[in-house]
């Protein structure tokens, strides 16, 4: 097997996992895509269901729906129309008939699947002061699908390691589908498992994985590669979790994706007093963007975060726009990758 066919094979992995939680006739007719339009599928994001409306497919370049009889269609009065019973089956499939098992990912509004792919959902909220308790009445799903890219960081490390060897504490920014945790979990990947053309030898790096989409946990195991000396803390709230490697794991590097609130910043401010290199994600389309919350703001004021990488899609998810001193704001050069 060549590496084309082998990154094909993993894409059907992702797929076949994806489509397992769906209804079989739903289940068949994204087989018959996938055996008629491999290279088209292969650049499949996201599976969108709302009950009473046309099934959407989200590519890398746009979103089309499934045609009621199979294939694709870019219109809606020719698609596929999401019954209740679609509803209430992927919802068992899901939840492997007992929802009330995942009541604790329901708070957070999503549920992962093995792999890393995440299943959002939407539905009537229940509420208990002012906070979520589970969601009922389920309506609708965004199926995100999770692909890991070898090599997606490959033109971006040169900027994150320093003449001396040393990791920079880098941020990560974009709006959402646009790659970041594609890139951070590749850049996690070769600073654990050293860089042969940088004469990086590999840091021991703890990964806060509080979606299950860096690693893609199963069970506790990763079943994404994130490298050779990596540690991953799954499910587990980010600030609880720098703590918990910062005591008991010796990381050289913590890596965490999404941060966003005062607690957040709060363990990342005890980890970089404690040495340790920092490497996360925010969502935005740029500087100003995050500045405008105040966790974050708390941080940049710091003047910690040495490497600020902004991402958008302008040539696909993972797009490098700007790579700038975290100091001083200054661009580093570095062209659209």
């Known amino acids: 097997m060549n590496a084309s066919e082998l990154a094909l094979s993993k894409k059907d992995n992702s797929l076949t996992i994806v489509m397992n939680v769906l209804p079989s006739h739903l289940r068949k007719m994204l087989q018959r895509l996938q055996q008629l ?83 959002g ?35 971006l490390l040169r900027h994150l390691i320093s003449p001396k060897g040393d990791v920079y504490h880098t941020m990560l920014i ?74 008991s794991m010796s990381p050289q590097v913590i890596a965490t994706d999404e941060i966003g609130r005062m607690e957040d910043v709060e363990a990342l401010e005890e980890v970089l007093n404690a040495g340790v290199k920092v490497l996360t994600t925010a969502h935005g389309a740029a500087v100003d963007d995050i500045e405008k919350r105040p966790a974050i703001k708390r941080l940049l004021k710091l003047q910690a975060i040495e490497r600020l990488v902004v991402l958008d899609r302008s040539k696909g998810p993972g797009t490098v726009k700007q790579v700038l001193d975290g100091i001083t704001y200054r661009p580093l050069g570095v062209k659209r990758c």
């Open 121 to 155: 959902i939407t539905g009537k909220v229940v509420a208990d002061q002012g906070r979520v308790k589970t969601i009922k009445y389920i309506s609708g799903f965004n199926i995100r699908i999770s692909r890991q890219v070898v090599g997606a960081a490959d033109q």
């Open 37 to 119: 339009q491999p290279e088209e599928m292969a650049r499949l994001e996201e599976l969108r269901l709302r009950q009473n409306r046309p099934m959407v497919l989200g590519f890398s370049d746009e979103d089309v729906f499934l045609h009621r009889e199979g294939g694709l269609t870019a219109h809606s009065e020719r698609a596929y129309f999401v019954s209740a019973d679609d509803i209430q089956r992927t919802t068992q499939m899901v939840s492997n008939s007992s929802i009330y098992a995942l009541e604790e990912e329901l708070k957070n509004g999503y549920i992962t699947l093995t792999g890393g792919h995440r299943v």
């Open 174 to 247: 974009s709006p959402p589908r646009c790659g970041k945790t594609t890139i951070l979990r590749d850049i996690v990947r070769q600073l654990s498992s050293g860089i042969q053309k940088f004469n990086f030898p590999g840091v021991t790096v703890g990964v806060v994985d509080e979606r299950s989409e860096i690693a893609g946990c199963y069970r506790g195991i990763p079943q994404l590669n994130v490298g050779t000396r990596s540690d991953v803390l799954d499910s587990c709230p980010k600030a609880s979790g720098m703590m918990m490697l910062l005591r």
